[in-house]
């Protein structure tokens, strides 16, 4: 399979035709090679429109996903990130998205709780070069907070809401991007700060995976 043709075709058919026109974000999704971020069995799936399972669901765990190509190249755009941006990814996973981050911004800062990818992640990063990234083990809903402020933090699947812990590690002026919300009826979101308020800016609609830990708990009713 030849990985460069298909990196093209995802861009030119998945990417800008759902108006992604940023020229930093279509070069970066040109230049990082997505099947390197998945295991040798699901290399030839890198390049798919669709959430990709790279890690089934367990005893101790949800299943975990590789975002599909459009709506993380939509949500990259929308939260413009620049080169003195230093960016907090949550749930960064297999590390596609922070490697994608990565090319744009000063410096990345991933999170995620299951250590195997984490492991995974920082392997890649290492092996392809991405050094202005790195990623440690921490529990989703805390972000990590010993390196904020940040200018930008990527939430890195959908979530119900989103807790006061990762607001308050923005920098003043900073946004979060998320997908908030379940199945199709979830928007992408963008809050900003703005001194001790976060104003909320809705987008596009978007169906994505759920990052584990972000579900409201269920009211009682009588």
Known sequence: MNFETAREKMV????????????????????VPREAFLPAKLKPLAYIDEDILVKPASADS?????MEPSPLAKLIQ????????????????EGYAAAVLSLLAQSVVGIDNDEELVQSASDNFL???YDNAAVVVGELTAGYPSEAPYDVIFVN???EYIP???LEQLRDGGRLVCVEGVGNAARAKIYRRDGDVFPEFL?????????????REKAFEF
């Open 164 to 166: 006061d812990a990762l």
């Open 157 to 159: 699947g959908a979530v």
């Open 127 to 129: 092996e392809l070069g």
């Open 62 to 66: 949800p299943a975990r996903y590789m």
């Open 78 to 93: 929308l939260v413009e990130v620049s080169k003195k941006d230093v960016v907090l990814v949550v749930g960064t996973g």
């Open 12 to 31: 030119e058919c998945q990417i800008r035709t759902t108006d992604v026109t940023a020229h930093p974000v279509i070069s970066a999704f040109l230049s």
């Open 203 to 215: 987008s596009f609609n978007a169906a994505v995976k759920p990052l584990p830990g972000f579900a």
